[in-house]
């Protein structure tokens, strides 16, 4: 018969029992030593590999995406590079891709830099031409059915060629300033370039291109808003020639086609980061990369008081900057909560040492009654 005074107390004790470790102390110095070399390996792992190298003190969110601008300016002096033609018109078939040459035109700074749409994106013209679109009996823009005589199209519309196939002298000699502003998602960060140290790495991610602080940018110059750097260094780190042939799918192979007439595109992943051990001190790293086998060039039409039309048809090198990394802080909390769960791994320091006991004390029967003291 169940005894319902005895189910009772058998339902308390099993609920509400407290279990406690028993604690057993082995008095062998060879295990002793081995289990304190473990501890001290595992304490290195966390401190070093851990709380410093993965930086578990941090509170880290994504970083909030700000503003990118570029602009360009002219070298002090201009030269006359060896890729200019010295007639007028292009000359015959090269022999090979660093044998093209064209003919040259010095333009400016805002000439060079075709505005485009989106924030990180800068185009730069290294080969143009320019056609123009006489206005002739009617007005392009009034069109109004499909055998309209006024409807334009560049490739049976009469033109005249203002300015033939023409490379943009010293564009390597160019200089690119590059602004940019990051902030954390919470709004407690925002920062801009010229709070930071920065660098410019080449496409191997090892190699230190060029670097900036603050006291550097003051020296360069101290108006400077950003990054300055050349063409010819952004060109070298991302690995890319302009007077190599270019293997873009529209480029004329035939010709020998190059990628200052072809154009290139460069991507640059801009990466933020902590500087170690100093609170709320930031910096970040350019990486640059050739997209192989990728051209790119822009149409500007511009539409004149007269009615005409005039072309600008530009190849040039694209820019494509992309904001990545990591903003953190300082977070005692953080740092509480990663550490706790880091010391847990203290736990397996006791794993090889008891089966390393029973295979000794099984097999080698080394362990006494002597060595052990029981400790409730």
């Known amino acids: 018969m169940l005894n319902l005074e ?112 989106g924030t990180g994106l800068a185009f730069f013209t290294t080969r143009a031409s320019v056609t123009q679109y006489p206005p002739g009996t009617c007005n392009f823009l009034t069109a109004s059915s499909p055998e309209d005589a006024c409807i334009f199209n560049p490739k049976t519309t009469p033109s005249e060629l203002i300015m033939n196939k023409s490379f943009i002298a010293d564009i390597e000699n160019y200089t690119v300033m590059i602004e940019h502003s990051v902030g954390s998602s919470d709004g407690s960060i925002l920062l801009t370039n010229i ?91 350019y990486y640059p990369q050739i997209i192989v086998g990728a051209e790119y060039k822009a149409t500007e039409s511009i539409y004149n008081a007269d009615g005409s039309f005039t072309i600008k048809d530009r190849h040039g090198i694209r820019l494509v900057i992309e904001q990545y990394g990591k903003i953190s802080s300082f977070h005692f909390l953080t740092l509480l909560v990663n550490l706790t769960a880091a010391l847990a791994l203290f736990k397996f320091a006791t794993y090889p040492i008891e089966l390393l006991m029973l295979w000794i004390s099984f097999k080698k029967n080394s362990i006494t009654n002597d060595d052990i003291n029981d400790m409730e």
């Open 6 to 117: 005895y189910f009772k107390l058998y339902l308390i004790d099993f609920f509400f029992y407290y279990n406690t470790p028993k604690i057993i102390k082995i008095k062998n110095r060879k295990l002793g030593i081995l289990y304190r070399i473990f501890q001290v390996f595992i304490i290195t792992y966390i401190v070093v590999f851990k709380i410093i190298k993965d930086r578990l003190y941090l509170k880290t969110d994504p970083p909030l995406h700000g503003a990118i601008r570029f602009s360009i300016q002219e070298p002090k002096v201009l030269t006359n590079p060896s890729y200019c033609s010295e007639n007028s018109t292009p000359s015959t078939v090269p022999s090979s891709c660093e044998e093209e040459k064209l003919p040259c035109v010095y333009w400016g700074s805002n000439e060079i830099q075709y505005t485009t749409e």
């Open 195 to 285: 709070n930071m140290e920065g660098q410019f790495l080449s496409a191997d991610g090892k190699t230190v291109v060029k670097s900036w602080t603050s006291a550097s940018r003051y020296e360069t110059n101290p108006n400077a808003d950003g990054d300055i750097i050349t063409i010819k260094e952004i060109l070298d780190a991302a690995g890319a020639d302009l007077n190599a042939c270019s293997f873009a799918p529209g480029a004329d192979k035939d010709a020998h086609e190059s990628n200052r007439s072809s154009g290139i595109v460069i991507v640059i992943v801009l990466e933020y980061e902590n500087v170690p051990f100093k609170d709320n001190v930031y910096s970040y790293k």
